[in-house]
């Protein structure tokens, strides 16, 4: 093994501990105490809307990571991807862990305002994490808010509202329930947003537009 390979090696095994580490924790403190174990000081955490970035530890926990294991119960990771690597950007002077999959668990109380179900919830997510002198010194954390609010029954796009809004003649711009999805609005959905899409492709690979 090779040095390099013998560096990606040792960065994903601490990673991966870093992340059943995390899975374990519950409360505030556990969290806290977990992240500061795994990370530098000054760690550098890039979120997503409304979490944006956040310095250290307590900011990471008490932002993202408290309040979303209140809101999903035994809440785990299931990776599909899960690989490091030596960032071209800079060179190579950087080394990066990435993983990608779903975030996993019982969705029992409401989450930045999203209704809960108190079902199982999949939170898809990939996620970065910068290693350096065997801590975590950089991270970022892309998650997908829209898959959970369509989990739980709520269309936050503007196109699906005016067209279900156009469906139930409604006058207000409301968070429409899963229940209310007639056979009627998915055969429009299909009709204004599937086939045009459908027909864009079937052109293209007509005309060879394709790379």
């Not at 601490?14 to 059943?20: E, G, T």
């Not at 250290?56 to 690597?85: C, M, Q, Y």
């Amino acid at each position: 093994m090779t040095d390099l390979e013998t560096r990606l090696a040792q960065a994903k095994s601490y990673v991966q501990s870093f992340h059943n580490d995390l899975d374990k924790a519950q409360d505030k403190k556990e969290i806290t105490d977990c992240l500061s174990h795994y990370t530098s000081d000054d760690w550098f955490w890039r979120g997503m809307h409304p979490f944006y970035e956040q310095t250290g530890a307590a900011n990471v926990a008490n932002t993202f990571w408290h309040p979303l294991k209140e809101s999903f119960s035994r809440i785990h990771r299931r990776a599909d991807i899960f690989f490091a690597g030596l960032n071209d950007v800079d060179n190579g002077d950087s080394l990066w862990v990435c993983e990608m999959g779903n975030l996993m668990g019982s969705f029992d109380n409401d989450w930045l305002g999203i209704p809960a179900t108190g079902r199982m919830c999949f939170l898809r997510y990939a996620e970065f994490h910068k290693v350096s002198d065997d801590k975590i010194v950089e991270s970022a954390l892309f998650i997908d808010i829209l898959g959970v609010m369509l989990e739980a029954g709520v269309y936050p796009l503007p196109i699906i509202l005016k067209l279900l809004e156009a469906l139930f003649e409604t006058t207000s711009c409301i968070a429409y329930p899963l229940e209310a999805f007639s056979k009627k609005c998915a055969y429009a959905i299909n009709l204004m947003v599937i086939k045009p899409i459908y027909h864009i492709i079937d052109d293209r690979l007509c005309l060879g537009s394709f790379g």
